[in-house]
């Protein structure tokens, strides 16, 4: 049989690291995304109840969240994170708003 159709042997080794790498890279993007999800609820609960701290805070995590998602976006090309960084602009213009509206009933 010729060399270019032999089929090469796969290494069990292989396949085991490969399988750790991947489940590796699924469960720090679920702890990511649960500590994003974690954080918005409890800023969310936090403005709702009216605490004047929430509106600073939410205004810098929301920043953070753009800055991680453009430099992920810088070394990936996935333009999920540019759609998540217009959506966070947004939700940053409405607290903004908010919190404006809440200083000058207060």
């Not at 699924?26 to 004047?52: D, E, K, T, Y």
């Not at 205004?59 to 753009?66: K, P, S």
Request: aromatic share 10%; with cysteine.
């Amino acid at each position: 049989m010729p060399t270019l159709l032999k089929p090469k042997p796969i290494s069990k080794w292989a396949d085991l690291s490969f399988l750790i790498s991947m489940v590796g890279k699924g469960l720090l993007g679920l702890g990511q995304m649960g500590v994003r999800c974690g954080l918005n609820l409890g800023l969310v609960l936090a403005l709702l109840a009216g605490l004047r701290w929430a509106y600073p805070v939410s205004l810098l995590a929301l920043g953070g969240f753009i800055a991680y998602q453009l430099n992920k976006f810088a070394h990936t090309g996935d333009m999920m994170m540019i759609i998540l960084s217009v959506i966070d602009i947004f939700v940053i213009w409405l607290i903004w708003r908010e919190w404006k509206a809440h200083l000058r009933t207060t």
